[in-house]
């Protein structure tokens, strides 16, 4: 699982518990998977189907720096399924996990569309398609 984003836990982000509100968290990884999706799938029109059981599992705090880890487990027809974990980026202790976030594929009229991917892009190999597209 690669972890890209990374958030500075802010008096802002806190419950009256003083930890990390659970609502702030779960807008930053849907927005952090969608984000991913759209990459994966090269189509800015996807939306959130499914999010399974939401693990919490340690408790964050202020001035904590966490990080979002997302992959793709699988690419259906219209879909792709992603499993996430966010930790803390210092200590690398789990604070969530979600096994599976469905989203879908959708095409200009706004229905669910093929994306034609079967396969992980890595950033990578998007830069090594790109210098094979200007040296043609």
Known sequence: MNFHT???????DLNPNGTLFGGS????????????????LGNQRVVTKYISEINFV??????????????????????ITLTCEVRNKITRKSILTVDKIV????????????????????????????????DE
């Open 103 to 134: 989203f879908v594929n959708l095409g200009e009229d706004g229905l669910p569309a093929p994306h034609g991917q079967t396969e992980i892009k890595y950033v990578k190999d998007q830069f090594r398609d790109m210098d094979k597209d200007k």
């Open 25 to 40: 968290l779960l807008r930053w990884l849907d927005e952090e998977a969608a984000i991913y999706a759209i990459v994966q």
């Open 58 to 79: 340690s408790a964050s705090r202020q001035g904590d720096i966490i990080e979002l880890g997302i992959t793709a487990t699988e690419f259906g027809r219209t879909s």
């Open 6 to 12: 990374r958030k500075w836990v802010k008096p802002e």
